[in-house]
């Protein structure tokens, strides 16, 4: 091998080892700020959603897409305003009787279970070993840690700029991502951007029909039970819908538990109908939503969730399924169709690159 053909070899190695050392420092950096860039996403998923209200005002006025956006902040500020004045005391009230109703009915379960050796047994085995149920403390220190706190605030308010900003200039961002690709795949870069878009409009809408479809249901069948804060259990059933598959359960224990409050047998009727619930929710709401919408595998959508929730908490949760979606459409779109060569006509996610934005 002559000498110049080794400088040549040396000079490939070298550009392959920095391009790889270059990979490795930018996915350590990202890891670094994953948190930063879960709420960035969020961010992205509030600016479908603003982008989704303002296109058929655009479509339909002589308003231009910037003040059809105006137009939507201005609706949404209000609505949360006038509803915030009416609607918050009566929460607020409600909440400080749920807290209270949890703290019966957690006592209501430690004298049941105390009745029984396998029951002590497992109050011993709850944290602090006292043979005492945390859930009231565990209720407090959750309300405490996530709701009126400097920390969340901010994360609040930046994931409200971000996705105000994206809202208003969607192009400058599309541009800017798309200026990164070769110019011969600029043109599939756009259809890729749309598809994604595409993909994310549809899982929100699913989305938001089935937590006011379930947090209608529950809290109407919650009253008709004579359960106490129906209301609020409605509402924390219906925010909780966010996260498929593991949200619904969730948001039965806080019913039972109230339930106790008011006896055994009310409480077995709550989870009686928390089950119905979420049974026609996964085998009739969820599959005709999703005809219209993204239809996620479930077992992609409960591994999705539980790996998200364990590495990066409530707020790997909340992205896990729109994440799960964007992937799947992204994998779909570059590998299937670019690089298996499919037909770009396949029904699911694939046919969300002919849809512009």
């Given at each position: ?254 019913a039972v538990i109230i339930a106790v409050s008011q006896g055994f047998m009310a409480a077995v009727y709550v989870a009686i109908f928390y089950l119905v619930v979420q049974q026609l929710e996964g085998n009739v ?73």
């Open positions: 091998m002559s000498q110049q053909n080794i400088w040549e070899y040396l000079k490939r190695l070298l550009i392959a080892v920095g391009i790889i050392g270059l990979f490795v420092v930018l996915l350590l950096f990202a890891w670094a700020i994953i948190d930063v860039l879960l709420l960035i996403f969020l961010g992205l998923l509030l600016a479908v959603v603003l982008r989704t209200l303002a296109k058929p005002i655009a479509r339909y006025t002589p308003l231009t897409a910037q003040w059809s956006l105006g137009v939507v902040l201005l609706v949404v500020v209000v609505v949360i305003g006038v509803g915030g004045w009416f609607f918050i005391p009566e929460v607020l009230s409600q909440s400080e009787l749920f807290v209270q109703q949890l703290g019966v009915g957690s006592n209501q379960v430690q004298k049941f279970l105390a009745q029984y050796s396998w029951g002590q047994q497992l109050l011993e085995q709850v944290p602090g070993g006292d043979g005492q149920l945390p859930i009231s403390n565990l209720l407090n220190q959750f309300v405490d840690a996530f709701t009126l706190t400097l920390e969340g605030l901010a994360n609040v308010l930046f994931v409200a700029f971000i996705g105000i900003f994206l809202a208003v200039e969607p192009n400058l961002y599309r541009s800017g991502i798309v200026s990164l690709v070769p110019p011969q795949g600029r043109d599939r870069a756009q259809e890729v951007i749309a598809g994604v878009v595409h993909v994310l409009r549809a899982w929100l809408l699913g989305r938001v029909i089935s937590m006011f479809a379930i947090g209608v249901v529950v809290a109407i069948g919650l009253t008709i039970l004579n359960i106490p804060l129906a209301l609020v259990l409605g509402i924390i059933t219906g925010l909780l819908e966010f996260i498929p598959v593991v949200g619904p359960i969730l948001s039965a224990v806080p709401l969820t599959p005709i939503v999703q005809q219209k919408t993204v239809s996620l595998p479930p077992a992609i959508t409960l591994a999705a969730v539980l790996a998200m929730g364990a590495l990066f908490g409530v707020l790997g949760a909340l992205v896990a399924t729109p994440l799960a979606a964007v992937i799947m459409a992204l994998i779909k779109m570059l590998y299937v169709q670019d690089i298996l060569g499919s037909p770009k006509g396949a029904r699911g996610v694939s046919e969300a690159g002919r849809s512009p934005e």
